[in-house]
């Protein structure tokens, strides 16, 4: 078990352009989250996943956002036409249903120019 | 809706020295609290987590953590501190254990020799 893993570690982009970040999960876990972490700051939840379905979305999540996790196991989050305003940590966690606490990805740092 | 205040940005002690950490939380009923901790440009690792119980919680590195119910605190304490335990911590409560978390802002600890 090599816990969760996130990639890249590092994208930077221009203003406008696409990117997608993947999460791998703990291989035996079901529930998949996102989070946004800004400098200096808390991590911010953005959504979670059972499974294949998406069961909750915060307000952060904007129409520029989407994510997925079509068979279950690994997801992506995209963002189109980025802004400088998403330059932050991504962070993708993994638990079971109903576990005590989830483990963290190292998260993909996205520098927006 | 649930939040956090951990009202140290910064704390520095010197290497040995004892170390509380405070974390308050605003939640209606029993919280589900946590501790992570952040070195730079990582994801977070789980120090411990309290649910019900004795309120006193041991976690790994030898930090603990007393849930307070009637001040709403969730404090973190360490006896001894180390200078690898330089690092930013944040503490986070959630409506159970494999919900959407609230962080708080953290708190940088800086180790002196």
């Known amino acids: 078990d090599t816990g969760v893993s996130q990639n890249p570690r590092h994208k930077i982009t221009k203003r406008g352009q696409n990117v997608t970040f993947r999460c791998d999960p703990i291989?035996?876990?079901?529930?998949l989250y996102w989070y946004r972490q800004t400098l200096g700051q808390g991590p911010e939840f953005l959504t979670y996943?059972?499974?294949?379905?998406?069961?909750?979305k915060s307000r952060l999540l904007s129409d520029r956002f989407s994510a997925e996790r079509p068979k279950g196991s690994f997801s992506t989050l995209e963002i189109q036409r980025t802004e400088q305003g998403d330059s932050a940590m991504y962070l993708c966690?993994?638990?079971?249903?109903?576990?005590?606490?989830?483990?963290f990805g190292s998260g993909t740092r996205l520098t927006v120019v | 809706a649930q939040s956090v205040t951990q009202p140290d940005i910064h704390i520095t002690v010197s290497e040995g020295a004892s170390l509380e950490l405070r974390c308050n939380y605003s939640?209606?009923?029993?919280?589900?609290l946590f501790w992570y901790v952040q070195s730079p440009g990582q994801g977070l690792q789980l120090l411990l987590k309290y649910f019900s119980g004795d309120t006193l919680v041991q976690g790994i590195k030898g930090f603990e953590a007393e849930f307070k119910r009637s001040q709403s605190s969730f404090n973190l304490r360490k006896p001894s501190v180390h200078w690898s335990d330089a690092a930013e911590y944040f503490c986070?409560?959630?409506?159970?254990?494999?919900?959407?978390?609230?962080f708080g802002g953290g708190t940088r600890l800086m180790v002196k020799p």
């Open positions: 291989s035996e876990h079901n529930r």
């Open positions: 966690a993994s638990s079971f249903v109903g576990a005590d606490g989830y483990t």
């Open positions: 996943f059972q499974n294949e379905a998406q069961l909750e």
């Open positions: 939640y209606g009923a029993t919280p589900y």
């Open positions: 986070a409560v959630g409506v159970n254990a494999g919900n959407m978390l609230t």
